[in-house]
């Protein structure tokens, strides 16, 4: 089992910047696949950024890319997103969510991961 807990949400305004983090505890040594997701009301949740594999290849959305950046400390279990630019529209839940493994659903998608945080608000008024 793997405990995620994320923390770092706010309001900001647009054009500011936040960094969220998700502190990882429990059986994490083969969690080779983590990543972010959002979910605004009324909408799907949707991934944000996923460091896919041991390698530390990453992925972004398309919405975020270029303003966002993950990265992840195995040695404290900690992953983070660094939010950069932010706009109205990145208004949302986030959650952290890890795989057992790899994503083998997919790490753009829900059906990739096993573990999920509770989630923090981030809110970004205009």
């Known amino acids: 089992q793997v405990q995620l807990v994320e923390s770092g949400g706010g309001s900001v305004q647009a054009g500011g910047s936040l960094r969220l983090s998700c502190a990882a505890s429990g059986n994490t040594g083969g969690s080779n696949c983590m990543g972010w997701f959002r979910q605004a009301p009324g909408k799907e949740r949707d991934g944000v950024a996923s460091i896919i594999n041991e390698y530390g290849n990453k992925w972004f959305a398309d919405s975020v890319a270029g303003r966002f950046t993950i990265s992840r400390d195995n040695a404290k279990k900690v992953m983070s997103l660094q939010m950069s630019h932010l706009k109205p529209e990145d208004t949302a839940m986030y959650y952290c969510?890890?795989?057992?493994?790899?994503?083998?659903?997919?790490?753009?998608?829900?059906?990739?991961?096993?573990?999920w945080g509770q989630g923090t608000q981030v809110t970004v008024s205009s």
């Open positions: 969510a890890a795989a057992t493994e790899y994503c083998r659903g997919g790490y753009w998608t829900t059906k990739g991961y096993d573990y």
